[in-house]
């Protein structure tokens, strides 16, 4: 990836996972995850469908704010990443949102930082109880 799609790929993932009271995707380095796994894993088909995506976003951006995706306001990365999900960006490909999307939350959930400090993480999470009142989950637990 170029330092731009870096950069793209990094508000795409903060602003999907951001950084309220845990950290977020850039801490738990989803981007960098992101391209290990088009470089590494990803067919040249489905990667050319992610960096499409990733494209798209950005020439929304650029064309209706005058600047890149990772320059303008959340509020209008918001609106270009709910066009992008309801698959109403210009010159994306179908799909390619919802798989950049699995693939931030992938990452997320897959890291050092979503194992252990977004979720609790408990290798034995103590005894079972069948009938735990569901209001008083406060975590997702994860082994």
Same mark, same amino acid.
Request: glycine share 6%; proline share 4%.
């Given at each position: 990836m170029t330092a731009d799609q870096r950069a793209l790929t990094a508000a795409v993932s903060e602003r999907i996972i951001p950084t309220p009271d845990t950290p977020g995707a850039i801490a738990a380095e989803v981007p960098a995850f992101i391209e290990m796994m088009l470089s590494e894993w990803y067919w040249s088909?489905?990667? %050319? *469908?992610? *960096?499409?995506?990733?494209?798209?976003?950005?020439?929304?951006?650029?064309?209706t704010h005058g600047k890149s995706f990772a320059a303008v306001t959340p509020e209008?990365?918001?609106?270009?990443?709910?066009?992008? *999900?309801?698959?109403?960006? $210009? %010159?994306a490909p179908a799909d390619s949102f919802e798989h950049l999307r699995q693939l931030i939350i992938f990452g997320y959930y897959s890291s050092e930082i979503g194992c252990t400090v977004e979720r609790v993480y408990l290798p034995v999470p103590g005894r079972y109880d069948g009938a /735990? $009142? /569901?209001?008083?989950?406060?975590?997702?637990?994860?082994?």
């Open positions: 088909g489905e990667r %050319d *469908m992610v *960096m499409g995506g990733l494209n798209a976003i950005d020439a929304a951006a650029r064309k209008q990365q918001d609106a270009i990443l709910t066009s992008a *999900m309801n698959q109403t960006l $210009p %010159d /735990y $009142p /569901y209001s008083e989950v406060n975590r997702v637990f994860s082994s």
